[in-house]
T-cell receptor, first 115, second 116 residues
Framework: DGGITQSPKYLFRKEGQNVTLSCEQN?????MYWYRQDPGQGLRLIYY???????QKGDIAEGYSVSREKKESFPLTVTSAQKNPTAFYLC??????????????FGPGTRLTVT | AQKVTQAQTEISVVEKEDVTLDCVYE???????LFWYKQPPSGELVFLIR??????QNEISGRYSWNFQKSTSSFNFTITASQVVDSAVYFC?????????????FGQGTRLTINP
């Protein structure tokens, strides 16, 4: 089945450690995104990528880094510079790049807890 | 600046009641897309509908219907004869129709609880 996978579902880290969240899609989508969701709030865009080897900062990129070496994969690293890393992280993808269909499809999310 | 407001933080109704979730948006763009997503307790966002700014026709899909009114910048979502499985957080989102613009602007969400 086509879809987006994120692993793990729950992740626990100690403060000061970098952690990488995985996102893989087999939908053959060009564009991929990372969002952060805090309790009672909407989603905020961290980074997005429209094509392999290219990505742009979203609204809250500070303390995060990404790479896009393969079309299927868009891992997010939460660095120790991120002041409040505990949150629910959602990865999404869309056809993008001139496609007429703009809906984004989301993965199941990773809940990161940093203590 | 673009903004989406979902003024209803939480709604609780009894099963079989009709319920409307409000969404008001702000944008200076003349062309844009609007979306509704459902987030069940599992956490994954499920795409429900996309509407472009040129199409003001209301849409119905089973028990779901959407009322887009450009004059009031609103895109409201109604669930008819609600069911317990409709319990979730619902998000309204806005996206400009510009080549390369990949950003979705989300409202804060409305938590809908359907009680048996």
């Amino acid at each position: 089945d086509g879809g987006i996978t994120q692993s793990p579902k729950y992740l626990f880290r100690k403060e000061g450690q970098n952690v990488t969240l995985s996102c893989e899609q087999n939908l053959n989508h060009d564009a991929m995104y990372w969002y952060r969701q805090d309790p009672g709030q909407g989603l905020r865009l961290i980074y997005y990528s429209q094509i392999v080897n290219d990505f742009q900062k979203g609204d809250i990129a500070e303390g995060y880094s990404v790479s896009r070496e393969k079309k299927e994969s868009f891992p997010l690293t939460v660095t120790s510079a991120q002041k409040n890393p505990t949150a629910f992280y959602l990865c999404a993808s869309s056809i993008g790049r001139g496609g007429n269909r703009y809906e984004q499809y989301f993965g199941p999310g990773t809940r990161l807890t940093v203590t | 600046a673009q903004k989406v407001t979902q003024a209803q933080t939480e709604i609780s109704v009894v099963e079989k009641e009709d319920v409307t979730l409000d969404c008001v948006y702000e944008t200076r763009d003349t062309t844009y897309y609007l979306f509704w997503y459902k987030q069940p307790p599992s956490g994954e966002l499920v795409f429900l509908i996309r509407r472009n700014s040129f199409d003001e026709q209301n849409e119905i899909s089973g028990r779901y219907s959407w009322n887009f009114q450009k004059s009031t910048s609103s895109f409201n979502f109604t669930i008819t004869a609600s069911q317990v499985v409709d319990s979730a957080v619902y998000f309204c989102a806005l996206r400009p129709l510009i080549q390369g613009a990949q950003k979705l602007v989300f409202g804060q969400g409305t938590r809908l609880t359907i009680n048996p």
